[in-house]
Structure formats: structure tokens, C-alpha cells
């Protein structure tokens, strides 16, 4: 079964930094591409960032100049760095990946951002 698990999220204040990191498992082909979202409390869910096979990315603009995703397709990984983080910051983050056509979604970690 394929699972995607989110790992690296917590509490830090205003202008630190945080890494999260997120594994697909019971993978034996390509993700494409692979996605990082996030749920700020009372709002809907929103594109964060998203990065191709080839490594070409999006983000939304308001994170661009501070989050940047990577992977490591070797180990079916995605990575979100996150420095200058804001208070408007603090959701809950999901990751997801196209796996032969199809969404999965990670359980997501929470990210509180304190002023």
C-alpha cells in the first residue's frame, strides 16, 4: 500500500526556521510531481509549493523567498525548508504525490508559527 508520511513539524517563533520532510513508501514507480499544502485554522487547504521529477518548482507567492521544496527520488522524498517564517505561517502541512494518476495525501504535521 502506498503511504506518504509527514514528519518535522512543531512550534517556533517568528523568523526561525523548519524542515519538513515527507516519505512516500510502497512506491516501485515515479512521482509526479510532488506537492507540499497546508491548512491555516478556519481556512481551506492551499498549494504551498510543488516540484516536477526534473526538480522544476512553483510557490505560492506567499512564500516565495522563504519556503523552498526539494526531493530526493532515490528515496521517494519530498522536503519543504521554511526560513522567515510568519505567524500567518502556523497550519497544518500535507504533502502529496501522483502516483500513476492518482493523489495520495499524507496525514500532516502541524506548524505553529509564535510571535
Known amino acids: 500500500q502506498v503511504q506518504l508520511v509527514e514528519s518535522g513539524g512543531g512550534l517556533v517563533q517568528a523568523g526561525g526556521s523548519l524542515r519538513l520532510s515527507c516519505v512516500a513508501s510502497g512506491v516501485f514507480g515515479s512521482i509526479n510531481p510532488m506537492a507540499w499544502y497546508r491548512r491555516p485554522p478556519g481556512k481551506q487547504r492551499d498549494l504551498v509549493a510543488i516540484i516536477s521529477s526534473g526538480g522544476g518548482t512553483n510557490y505560492a507567492d506567499s512564500v516565495k523567498g522563504r519556503f523552498t521544496i526539494s526531493r530526493d527520488n532515490g528515496k521517494n522524498t519530498v522536503y519543504l525548508q521554511m526560513n522567515s517564517l510568519k505567524t500567518d505561517d502556523t497550519a497544518v502541512y500535507y504533502c502529496?504525490?501522483?502516483?500513476?494518476?492518482?493523489?495520495?495525501w499524507g496525514q500532516g504535521t502541524q506548524v505553529t508559527v509564535s510571535s
Open positions: 502529496n504525490g501522483n502516483i500513476g494518476g492518482r493523489l495520495y
